[in-house]
């Protein structure tokens, strides 16, 4: 589901003269019945709102006096959002005549026109409090206390992100709550203010409202709305006529296939960038090391073990957290069975919380190879917010293959790769241009709904990529590791990352170390299998400095390698 809980206001929403109908609150509890949430945030004191609304321990959660009191109706715990204005606030309000003024256990109200003198008040004792307003009701805050913190404080509670929650209401205080919620609904007597904002306005107006939006909830998760959500699109790049190429941030499987060196990792890059400026909760399967630098994300796993299924949910409890597993200590086949077991463990925590939003698997080819095709039971809704990237679609299970909704290709041959996928799910390729892609274009297919193939630019990430930094420092490049051999190939020496490297450099003889270093063997193997074009031109330049020792030479290649890399000691 995408949504798992209703966020509702209770005055001219929820309710109507301060009564919520049998019928509401009855939709109420079927929207529990349903495995989703309820929280209602109201501008009321608790204990006026606990008199007006008898059942108001149907709701998960309460947040009151417009977002500064967080009550679990269960535990009868209150929580304070914010520290209580100063007494002489209070006083002096009453002083200049702001009466009725009602006292919370943090909020100050009073009514229309009194707006004035709470302004002059505010200033002239030099305080730093916020109002806002409620179809007449003249709501005094501390900075920064609202409707949305209110709301993310019982998200936070609940574990859920605000991407999973719709929110409704009617008043002017209720912009800050529509505006957090993935999508905000308007019932149908809300100010014309808020309706302009909201994403939806429901054809019944207070309780009928809300209990229309639970029925959609119920009957196909908001599905009639996801074409108003545009805001929360991941920009990929631009068309040829400038406008947006954009990919829904929910409901899409995505794969980014392509020649080696053709951009994969820019392109993903592009798409992690864009789920981090929205605050969608991500986690990568990372088999190779990619991204071990990865910046706003908790790192799991190092060469000598994979973590365990439980810390990788202990990390995603977070709603806020993201994850990169790194799968770098796992034999390669070994890797599709740990994934398997960790799939059905993240498949389990988007039902409760429907996160994490995205799923990325770096190198799927590796994890969900065609070889276990019999192993894998996947339907297609599984796969949705999903990203596969992988050199060679063929080689990733059918039944994933079938799953995907759009294809990014890149490189020099996007219409082999399309091909190729194709005939992978036996289906018939679309006409694809068979001319190669310039450096910073994709070719789209969207497979569904069906469209075809169309070339766009593709965004340049701002996150630094580090590329297999930690397969390189840690792992095992396997065939691509280097061999120790001397002048005469006496030896064989293999060294299967830069860590192992440095260590067999350090022990070789003179000869041996000098011999590689003079030959260009250092400088080869830095640029064509470490692929890093600074570190080979450092290791060229110290080669060319003939009067540099074997153990001056070895120093530089290793302050080189460790200022790049971070190699462990």
């Not at 900075?143 to 936070?156: H, P, T």
Request: hydrophobic fraction near 40%; aromatic fraction near 6%; include cysteine.
């Amino acid at each position: 589901m995408r949504y798992l809980a209703l966020a509702t206001d209770y005055d001219g929403t929820l309710a109507h003269d301060g009564c919520a109908a049998p019928e509401t609150i009855a939709a109420i509890r079927r929207l529990k019945e349903s495995g989703r949430k309820a929280i209602l945030v109201s501008g009321r004191q608790l204990p006026d709102l606990q008199e007006a609304f008898p059942d108001f321990n149907v709701f998960d959660l309460i947040v009151a006096e417009n977002g500064a009191l967080l009550f679990d109706p269960m535990t009868k715990k209150e929580s304070l959002m914010a520290e209580a204005p100063p007494p002489k606030l209070a006083e002096e309000l009453r002083r200049r005549g702001a009466i009725p003024l009602a006292e919370g256990r943090v909020i100050l109200a009073t009514w229309q026109p009194h707006e004035t003198v709470v302004f002059e008040t505010i200033r002239d004792l030099g305080l730093e409090m916020q109002v806002i307003f409620n179809k007449g009701a003249v709501m005094i805050l501390p900075s920064g206390i609202n409707k949305a913190s209110g709301l993310a404080a019982a998200l936070e509670t609940l574990g859920l992100s605000p991407h999973n929650v719709v929110a409704v209401g009617d008043a002017e205080n209720d912009h800050a709550l529509l505006q957090m919620s993935e999508a905000g609904v308007a019932v149908s007597n809300a100010l014309p203010a808020l309706m302009e904002k909201a994403d939806l306005v429901t054809k019944g107006d207070h309780g009928r409202g809300v209990v229309e939006l639970i029925d959609g909830l119920l009957e196909n998760d908001l599905y009639h709305l996801a074409e108003k959500l545009k805001r929360h699109d991941l920009m990929m790049g631009k068309l040829r006529d400038e406008s947006p190429m954009n990919v829904p941030a929910y409901g899409t499987g995505i794969l980014i296939a392509g020649t080696s060196g053709g951009g994969k990792s820019t392109l993903a890059a592009t798409v992690i960038e864009q789920l981090l400026a929205k605050r969608y909760q991500f986690c990568i399967i990372d088999p190779e090391g990619d991204f071990a630098e990865m910046e706003n994300a908790v790192i799991l796993g190092d060469a000598k073990r994979a973590p365990s299924p439980d810390e990788v949910m202990t990390i995603l409890a977070k709603p806020l957290q993201n994850c990169v597993v790194s799968l770098i200590g796992l034999k390669l086949d070994d890797r599709p069975t740990y994934f398997e077991k960790l799939f059905a463990e993240l498949l389990q925590l988007r039902i409760h919380t429907g996160r994490p939003h995205w799923v990325i698997l770096d190198e799927a080819h590796h994890i969900l190879p065609s070889a276990r095709e019999q192993a894998m039971v996947v339907r297609p809704s599984q796969l949705a917010n999903m990203l596969f990237i992988t050199l060679e679609p063929e080689h990733v299970a059918k039944s994933i293959l079938k799953g995907i909704d759009l294809i990014l290709a890149i490189g020099k041959e996007p219409a082999k790769t399309i091909t190729t996928f194709s005939h992978a799910i036996d289906e018939r390729p679309p006409p694809v241009p068979s001319a190669p892609l310039e450096k910073g274009l994709a070719m789209a297919w969207w497979r569904k709904p069906q469209r075809e193939p169309f070339v766009f630019e593709s965004t340049t990430p701002t996150i630094p990529r580090h590329r297999h930094i930690r397969k390189y420092a840690e792992g095992d490049v396997k065939q691509e590791a280097f061999v120790f051999t001397g002048p005469d190939h006496r030896l064989k020496l293999r060294a299967q990352n830069l860590f192992i490297f440095l260590q067999i450099g350090e022990g070789v003889d003179d000869l041996t170390w000098d011999y590689h270093l003079r030959n260009g063997d250092y400088e080869n193997w830095f640029r064509w299998t470490i692929k890093d074009r600074e570190l080979a031109e450092a290791a060229s330049d110290i080669a060319a400095k003939h009067s540099l020792s074997p153990e001056e030479t070895r120093h530089a290649i290793r302050e080189v390698v460790e200022k790049r890399y971070t190699v462990p000691k």
